[in-house]
């Protein structure tokens, strides 16, 4: 059973850039499919980021040139860089791990191939 804590949220000035990290325990994410997601008030929420246990990624279109994900099999950990941030950014973003393994299907973006969920960690651009 995996507990995941986000760390590195904040407030930032438009155009800089924040990085995020997951610290896992309980659990060895080695095999599992993991991701990044955000939800602003008043928005559904949205994949930002997925990386499988081999290191293929996958972002959501609109993010691209913006964000890298990254894990740290060693370390149990899961990190997302985020650079050229803007009000849109704003929002809250949740670690995330399928528990499951093997790869990340097509459809990760939805979420609900996730068990398991950390809190989550405050972002605002302005």
């Known amino acids: 059973h995996a507990q995941l804590v986000e760390s590195g949220g904040g407030s930032v000035q438009a155009g800089g850039s924040l990085r995020l990290s997951c610290a896992v325990s309980g659990d060895i994410i080695g095999t599992y499919c993991m991701a990044w997601f955000r939800q602003a008030p008043g928005k559904e929420r949205e994949g930002v980021a997925a990386?499988?246990?081999?290191?293929?990624?996958s972002y959501a279109d609109s993010l691209k040139g913006r964000v890298t994900i990254t894990r740290d099999n060693e370390k149990n950990t899961l990190g997302l860089q985020m650079n050229s941030l803007n009000p849109n950014d704003t929002a809250h973003y949740y670690c995330?791990?399928?528990?499951?393994?093997?790869?990340?299907?097509?459809?990760?973006?939805?979420?609900?191939?996730?068990?398991?969920w950390g809190q989550g960690t405050q972002v605002t651009v302005s």
């Open positions: 995330a791990a399928d528990g499951i393994g093997r790869r990340c299907g097509s459809s990760w973006y939805r979420g609900a191939a996730f068990r398991f």
């Open positions: 990386i499988a246990s081999v290191g293929v990624t």
